[in-house]
């Protein structure tokens, strides 16, 4: 399944993708409290969707026994715009350097442990939105990654249970301005002025439930740029795995439902230009598309 967020009636809503069938959760929430089956939880969040997981999943069941083939019809969404498929209160951890080749070309030794910087989801942005080139910028790189997100509360998690804490995966385009990054890590100074400017976190639009991904370390990442491939790489060339990420990052601070990792761009960094169309693919999850500003 996938779980994706549109718009309706002014409001951000959560639906699931089923079978290739898109569908309006909380118009089936209503459907189900309507005929009296039983109570249904209203889901106003992409936390509280990943929260309700199984109910959903209960949901649609009921809905394919109870609507047989009007089902997908009854309860279809026509999705004209695509939103980030993260809650503003979610916290976004991103490895730097978690490619052995990235790590060289952006100079610096091979790191020990996780190197870790935040982005805000505020300045979140998804599938076919802008990428605003800033007027204070020189250069821009497009970082295409693969993203998790987190199921359930998580803290001081063992390696080996580091899986049952993803609830799915999903891409990112970690939008960087380089040469403020590399003055400032000359300067032995944090990344964040680099990584945090509006529109520098490109995520979604689907997040897709980790039952679909059997091996999350044997994925192709593709970047283009105006139709043109730029960067190709694998997610088995990880420097710091998924799940040694969770352990490691939960030793230090809890992660909650809808809380994102993303695990480091493939190297090949490259700027973008004004009215350049960056595409992001990630086999078995999709392409996140965008275009810069003028």
Not at 27 to 45: C, N, Q, T, V, W
Not at 134 to 146: F, G, S, V
Not at 183 to 200: E, H, I, Q, V, Y
Request: hydrophobic residues 35%.
């Amino acid at each position: 399944m996938k779980l994706f967020v549109f718009e309706k009636d002014s409001f951000l809503n959560v639906g699931i993708e089923d079978d290739g069938h898109k569908v309006d959760v909380n118009k089936l929430s209503e459907a189900m409290e309507h005929i009296g089956e039983r109570e249904a939880p209203y889901i106003d969040s992409v936390s509280s969707a990943i929260e309700n997981f199984e109910d959903i999943k209960k949901m649609i069941a009921w809905g394919k026994k109870t609507f047989k083939e009007q089902f997908y019809e009854l309860f279809k969404v026509n999705v004209k715009k695509y939103y980030p498929p993260i809650d503003k209160s979610s916290m976004v951890i991103c490895l730097g350097k978690n490619y052995l080749e990235h790590a060289k070309e952006t100079g610096g030794d091979i790191p020990e442990e996780p190197i870790l910087f935040g982005k805000f989801a505020t300045l979140s942005i998804t599938d076919s939105d802008i990428i605003m080139y800033p007027k204070w910028a020189t250069r821009i790189d497009p970082e295409p990654e693969l993203a998790l997100v987190i199921g359930k509360e998580c803290k001081d998690i063992h390696k080996k249970d580091a899986f049952d804490c993803v609830f799915g995966y999903t891409i990112v385009n970690d939008i960087t301005e380089r040469d403020i990054e590399f003055k400032d890590m000359k300067k032995g100074l944090p990344w964040f002025r680099s990584k945090n400017f509006d529109t520098s976190l490109s995520i979604g639009p689907y997040i897709v439930t980790k039952d679909e991904i059997k091996d999350p370390h044997n994925l192709e990442i593709e970047l283009y740029i105006n139709g043109i491939l730029k960067q190709k790489g694998n997610t088995k060339d990880m420097i710091f795995k998924i799940d040694e990420t969770i352990a490691y990052i939960s030793k230090y601070f809890t992660l909650n439902p809808g809380d994102v990792i993303s695990t480091g761009t493939i190297p090949g960094i490259l700027p973008l230009q004004k009215e350049d169309e960056v595409i992001v693919k990630i086999e078995k999850i999709g392409e996140l598309k965008n275009k810069v500003s003028r």
